[in-house]
């Protein structure tokens, strides 16, 4: 058991923002969008990635649309050095895409940093250095003048740099590491001296980075520290403002939407979150929850399955089944009461409409999923799911209470076996109860013909395998073949009838019409159903009768299976 957190575990202390206006404000456009999957994805890795790896990440980020990627952190490394040079000399880099490489704020691996991008159209040198007050006294042993210094100094090598490069157009990143931890009038101290060192204006604008590097405090703190900054950064128009949420709290979705209502103009973040510790922010999530408000995120998710095999076979990390959006089982409700919601949803949402489908924020179509996993079975599944597969898959549509009597079957079969059930197996379970049922009265055939005013019918059925010709006559096919088997001693009573036409199903063969027939039940209580498939209707019918005859058993069948052995010994 946790015990006593108070006596070692500070709260973090609220902002002093009592003005705050994010609250009040939605997102109505996307963010820029930088993915580190290259770099803090591929950092956190317990295999790094191999070149091949590295390049097939690289090709499928530019073809989701990503302007700018952080590839590698050059100095850190021989491979993600020799990575970075690969881009360029291979001209593998898209016009439109912007590589960004990671730095510490140290000569040496400036220097190093700078090599690396040798003959890059456009780059983004990312420096960083730790700020907060723990990292000046634990790990630097610094004051805030020397950190200052530190990042001040930094920048201006790599400008010094740079100009050494004319080829190449720079752009500068600066990240005050362990920002939310800060103080954050030193924040705004060191980020105004290095707009001011790299001579920042509306056309050469500078990245400030404001990450969360360790998450200490609620979402809503960090949308204040963004919107405090938002509003006292000197020359913020030229500044681009970025976020980079680490999810230590679990938060880093919320905290990154936040940020962005509070001001920010740009997020950076890998595709599923993968990153140090308990990752970063996930894109995926944070750009489709932007989709969902209607807002187009600029990135193209539209087949998230193969986003999502790529992604795992570059990182050789798996993806959670339930991974909001993209997860194998995400679209997928096993609880009957969802099931439920869902069929009447897909009954009622109309083309073009807005959706408005009960447990699916998304239409899985959007992002490349079909619906044929959206509802599946197990022992916790209800009459809806079982109903949603057998129409979609097999274009079966049962009537209401045949729901339930049918869930029932499914449900002990359920109990028995455990484990999910497929569509396959509920089709199969179907037909054992209602089609193929090896019974006492079996359907040969039937001849309608006219009979006066009503409709005649010599019905060909086996009882106990013996085969009978009943007659009989009614308002019509059905009712004419109730009394020919009434006059055989077959007491069935029709509660009620359903005909459906069915849609192409790969395992109803010729069968486009289904009929329901619901037997009462001569002692009282519930009676029980018949089903039958055919291409012809009637045909379709009188199988259905004779299907919930047999299902009836004896209370229905009554004497007549007596008297017909006697007439045919």
């Known amino acids: 058991m946790l015990r006593h957190p108070e006596t070692k575990y500070r709260p973090f202390p609220p902002v002093d923002l009592a003005d705050r206006q994010w609250p009040n404000r939605t997102i109505t456009r996307p963010p820029i969008w930088m993915s580190t999957d290259l770099r803090d994805g591929n950092q956190s890795l317990f295999e790094p990635m191999n070149g091949e790896r590295k390049m097939r990440m690289f090709r499928m980020l530019c073809d989701i649309g990503f302007k700018e990627i952080?590839?590698?952190?050059?100095?850190?490394?021989?491979?993600?050095?020799?990575?970075?040079?690969?881009?360029?000399?291979?001209?593998?880099?898209?016009?439109?895409?912007?590589?960004?490489?990671?730095?510490?704020?140290?000569?040496?691996?400036?220097?190093?940093?700078?090599?690396?991008?040798?003959?890059?159209?456009?780059?983004?040198?990312?420096?960083?250095?730790?700020?907060?007050?723990?990292?000046?006294?634990?790990?630097?042993?610094?004051?805030?003048?020397e950190v200052v210094d530190m990042a001040v100094s930094a920048v201006e090598l790599v400008r010094q740099l740079a100009a050494e490069q004319p080829e190449t157009e720079w752009i500068l990143e600066y990240s005050p590491e362990t920002f939310t931890a800060a103080e954050l009038d030193f924040s705004l101290e060191i980020c105004d001296a290095v707009t001011a060192a790299w001579g920042a204006t509306p056309s050469n604008r500078v990245i400030i980075n404001l990450p969360t590097t360790v998450e200490v405090a609620t979402p809503n703190v960090y949308a204040d520290q963004i919107e405090w900054m938002h509003r006292h950064l000197a020359r913020r128009d030229s500044i681009v403002l970025s976020l980079h949420t680490h999810n230590d709290r679990g938060t880093a979705v919320a905290s990154a939407e936040l940020g962005l209502m509070a001001g920010?103009?740009?997020?950076?973040?890998?595709?599923?979150?993968?990153?140090?510790?308990?990752?970063?922010?996930?894109?995926?999530?944070?750009?489709?929850?932007?989709?969902?408000?209607?807002?187009?995120?600029?990135?193209?998710?539209?087949?998230?399955?193969?986003?999502?095999?790529?992604?795992?076979?570059?990182?050789?990390?798996?993806?959670?089944p339930r991974h909001p959006y993209v997860g194998d089982l995400v679209f997928t409700a096993f609880s009957g009461s969802h099931q439920d919601a869902i069929k009447k949803g897909f009954a009622v949402q109309q083309p073009g409409a807005f959706w408005n489908v009960?447990?699916?924020?998304?239409?899985?179509?959007?992002?490349?999923?079909?619906?044929?996993?959206?509802?599946?079975?197990?022992?916790?599944?209800?009459?809806?799911?079982?109903?949603?597969?057998?129409?979609?898959?097999?274009?079966?549509?049962?009537?209401?209470?045949?729901?339930?009597?049918?869930?029932?079957?499914?449900?002990?079969?359920?109990?028995?076996?455990?484990?999910?059930?497929?569509?396959?197996?509920?089709?199969?379970?179907?037909?054992?109860?209602?089609?193929?049922?090896?019974?006492?009265?079996?359907?040969?055939?039937?001849?309608?013909?006219?009979?006066?005013?009503?409709?005649?019918?010599?019905?060909n059925v086996e009882i106990d395998g013996v085969p009978h010709v009943l007659v009989g006559a009614g308002n019509g096919p059905i009712d004419a073949a109730v009394h020919a088997l009434q006059n055989a001693g077959i007491g069935v009573q029709v509660r009620s009838?359903?005909?459906?036409?069915?849609?192409?199903?790969?395992?109803a063969g010729d069968a486009r019409a289904c009929a329901f027939i619901e037997i009462a039940n001569p002692e009282g209580g519930a009676g029980c159903y018949g089903v039958g498939l055919d291409s012809n209707i009637v045909t379709a019918s009188i199988r259905a009768l004779v299907s919930g005859i047999n299902r009836a058993g004896p209370s229905v069948q009554g004497s007549g299976r007596e008297r017909l052995a006697s007439l045919a010994g």
Not at 99 to 127: P, Y
Request: charged residues 25%; proline residues 4%.
């Open 70 to 145: 952080e590839v590698a952190f050059p100095s850190a490394s021989a491979t993600d050095f020799n990575f970075v040079r690969e881009l360029i000399e291979g001209g593998h880099i898209p016009d439109d895409v912007t590589i960004e490489v990671l730095t510490q704020a140290r000569e040496h691996l400036i220097r190093r940093t700078m090599e690396s991008l040798k003959g890059a159209r456009r780059a983004i040198v990312h420096v960083y250095n730790p700020v907060s007050k723990t990292f000046r006294d634990i790990v630097f042993g610094m004051s805030k003048a």
């Open 264 to 320: 920010a103009d740009r997020v950076e973040g890998c595709l599923f979150g993968n990153g140090e510790r308990t990752g970063n922010v996930d894109i995926v999530t944070l750009a489709l929850n932007l989709y969902t408000q209607g807002v187009a995120p600029g990135l193209d998710f539209s087949d998230i399955n193969a986003v999502a095999r790529t992604v795992e076979h570059c990182n050789q990390l798996p993806i959670h």
């Open 358 to 459: 009960p447990y699916l924020p998304v239409d899985p179509k959007d992002v490349g999923r079909n619906y044929d996993s959206v509802i599946r079975v197990n022992s916790q599944s209800g009459k809806g799911g079982i109903a949603y597969l057998l129409e979609t898959e097999y274009g079966v549509v049962m009537p209401r209470r045949l729901q339930v009597e049918f869930s029932g079957v499914v449900q002990k079969h359920a109990d028995s076996y455990g484990g999910e059930i497929s569509a396959a197996e509920i089709w199969q379970l179907f037909s054992a109860t209602y089609l193929e049922i090896c019974a006492p009265v079996r359907y040969r055939q039937h001849h309608l013909f006219e009979h006066g005013a009503a409709q005649g019918i010599r019905l």
């Open 497 to 507: 009838y359903e005909e459906r036409a069915m849609s192409e199903s790969r395992e």
